[in-house]
C-alpha cells in the first residue's frame, strides 16, 4: 500500500511540476509562406459587434481538422473547456520572466485605440481555441513543442483562435471571455466572444499575441532575408515607414514594384529584422538614399547572379605544368587525363599524369 502511494505521488508530482518558460514559438509550425494570419488583434469584425481579442491562424489551404497545435513554451495546463460548436478551449500558464513590449493602436474604420506600455512579468496565460482532438488534460506539464491538439472549422474556416493574456487578467466561466461584461459584444441575444470597447479589452487584459511571442523569443523566427541580401519591391506600390509599424511608423517614402534595394543591420535602430507587428515581419532596409523599414509580404530576394570558375583541360601535349602560375592566372580547375582509353584500361596510365601531380607535389 505504502509502495503504491509512493508511486502515486512521485507521477503526481511529474505530470503536474511546472517548469519555467525561457523561449517562445508560434503555435503553428512552419517555414514562412506556409502559415496564414487571417485576422489580427484588434480587427473590427461589423458581423460580431466588437474587436478581436487574438490572432486567427491557419496553414495556408485551411485544414482537414488534423494540423497540429502546439504550445507556445514551457507551462502547465490551467484550463479545458467544451465550447459546443466553437471546439474545445485549452489555457496554459507560463511562468518566468516575460517582457510585455509596447504597443498603440488605432482603428481607421472606427477611430478607436488602444495603448499599452510595456511591462516585465513573471506570468502570462496563453489561450488556444477552436480545437478538435485534444492532446493534452488538466493540470498537464507541458513544453514548447507539445501538441496539444488540432484546429478545427467552427463555421468560419479552419483556423486557431489564439491569445496571450495579461497575469492579471478575469477569466470567467470557460475562459472563453474575459474582464467586465459591460464590454462583451452581443448579437442576437448571444455574446459573440468580441469586445466594445478596444482600449477596454486591453486594460482588462489581452494582449498581441505575435509582438509577446517575437519579444521573447532569443532568436528571429521569420528568416525570410538576411543582412546583405539584395531585395525587391513585388506589391505595385509599398512604403518606407520611419517606424516597424504599420499605424505607428510615419510613411517616409513609397516604391514602385520593381525597385531594388538591401537589407540593412538593424542593431542601431534599437529592434531587430524580422520583427512582427500589425500583421506584418518588417525589415530594416535601404532604396536609394534612404534607409527604413518595410512589411516583408511586399519583398522579394534577388537572386545572386551565377558564379563563373575558369578551369583548364590538360594534357601530353602541355608538357610540364607549374599549378602555382595556373592558379595565379585565376583557374581554379583542371581536366588532367589519367588513362589511355578503353584499348587498355587501367594497365597504361599517362605518364604526364603523375609527372604532372608528383612534381607540384598535389
Known amino acids: 500500500m505504502e509502495k503504491t502511494r509512493l ?6 508530482l511529474l505530470f503536474s511540476s511546472q517548469v519555467k518558460a525561457d523561449d517562445f514559438d508560434l503555435p503553428l509550425r512552419g517555414i514562412h509562406g506556409e502559415l496564414r494570419l487571417s485576422q489580427m488583434f484588434g480587427n473590427y469584425y461589423e458581423a460580431k459587434g466588437g474587436f478581436h481579442s487574438g490572432e486567427d491562424r491557419s496553414y495556408k489551404g485551411g485544414g482537414d481538422g ?16 467544451d465550447l459546443g460548436t466553437l471546439g474545445k478551449l485549452v489555457a496554459i500558464e ?11 493602436y488605432t482603428r481607421p474604420t472606427t477611430g478607436q485605440s488602444y495603448l499599452y506600455s ?17 492532446a493534452v488534460v488538466d493540470t498537464q506539464s507541458v513544453t514548447k513543442n507539445t501538441k496539444i491538439g488540432s484546429y478545427m472549422d467552427p463555421d468560419g474556416g479552419y483556423h486557431l483562435h489564439f491569445e496571450i493574456r495579461h497575469p492579471d487578467t478575469v477569466h470567467v466561466g470557460n475562459w472563453s471571455l474575459f474582464g467586465r461584461q459591460s464590454n462583451w459584444a452581443v448579437v442576437g441575444g448571444k455574446n459573440t466572444g468580441y469586445y466594445l470597447n478596444l482600449q477596454y479589452m486591453v486594460d482588462d487584459g489581452g494582449r498581441e499575441p505575435a509582438s509577446f511571442i517575437y519579444a521573447n523569443s532569443p532568436r528571429d523566427i521569420s528568416i525570410l532575408f538576411r543582412t546583405g541580401d539584395s531585395v525587391r519591391v513585388t506589391w505595385s506600390s509599398l512604403n518606407i ?7 505607428d511608423g510615419t510613411v517616409i517614402t513609397g516604391l514602385v514594384q520593381g525597385a531594388q534595394g538591401q537589407v540593412l543591420d538593424a542593431t542601431d535602430t534599437g529592434f531587430r529584422n524580422g520583427v512582427f507587428a500589425d500583421g506584418y515581419f518588417w525589415w530594416y532596409v535601404q532604396f536609394g538614399n534612404t534607409r527604413g523599414w518595410c512589411a516583408q509580404d511586399g519583398l522579394e530576394r ?7 570558375v575558369k578551369g583548364i583541360d590538360v594534357s601530353s601535349f602541355q608538357g610540364y605544368v607549374d599549378w602555382s602560375e595556373v592558379y595565379n592566372a585565376g583557374y581554379r580547375f ?8 578503353d584499348e587498355n584500361p587501367p594497365l597504361l596510365i599517362d605518364d604526364n599524369f603523375y609527372c604532372t601531380f608528383q612534381e607540384n607535389d598535389i
Open 7 to 12: 508511486i502515486t505521488l512521485i507521477a503526481i
Open 66 to 81: 488534423t494540423r497540429s497545435v502546439y504550445a507556445i513554451g514551457n507551462g502547465k495546463v490551467v484550463k479545458i473547456s
Open 94 to 104: 507560463h511562468i518566468g520572466s516575460f517582457t510585455i513590449p509596447r504597443k498603440h
Open 118 to 134: 510595456t511591462e516585465n512579468v513573471a506570468k502570462i496565460y496563453s489561450v488556444y481555441v477552436h480545437l478538435t482532438n485534444v
Open 241 to 247: 515607414r520611419s517606424y516597424p509599424a504599420l499605424w
Open 302 to 308: 534577388v537572386p545572386e547572379p551565377p558564379t563563373r
Open 334 to 341: 583542371a581536366f588532367v587525363r589519367a588513362s589511355l582509353g
